[in-house]
């Protein structure tokens, strides 16, 4: 049989360009938890991914603790607007 974890494409996750460190939930997890009936705080809870993403990687994976991958990207932040509208909100 099969394990779980390869039954479905792991998680991507997209970071800010500056960030060096991550905190996500496993889909997979959460989906175990729901299907085994387990308490929303207890999916949760075993389903928290946390670590250090090192600034100069524009990629990499992080495992939850039953092993399933979630793809950590950098993603570019996006060009600045082109031209000026007014219902655009201003910050001074």
Same mark, same amino acid.
């Given at each position: 049989?099969?394990? !779980? $974890?390869?039954? &479905? +494409?792991?998680?991507? *996750?997209?970071?800010?360009? /500056?960030?060096? =460190? ?7 997890? %959460?989906?175990?938890? $729901? ?9 949760? !809870?075993? =389903? /928290?991914? &946390?670590?250090?993403?090192?600034? +100069? /990687? !524009?990629?990499? *994976? =992080? $495992?939850? =603790?039953?092993? #399933?991958? /979630? *793809? %950590? $990207? &950098?993603?570019? &932040? ?5 031209? #000026?509208? +007014? ?6």
């Amino acid at each position: 049989m099969t394990p !779980a $974890r390869n039954s &479905r +494409e792991p998680n991507t *996750v997209w970071l800010a360009p /500056s960030a060096t =460190a991550f905190s996500c939930l496993c889909e997979q997890c %959460l989906d175990a938890a $729901r299907v085994g009936g387990a308490t929303f705080a207890d999916a949760l !809870a075993g =389903a /928290s991914v &946390r670590g250090a993403f090192a600034a +100069e /990687s !524009a990629v990499t *994976v =992080a $495992r939850c =603790a039953a092993g #399933h991958e /979630s *793809v %950590l $990207r &950098r993603v570019e &932040r996006p060009l600045g607007l082109r031209r #000026h509208d +007014e219902r655009q909100m201003q910050l001074a």
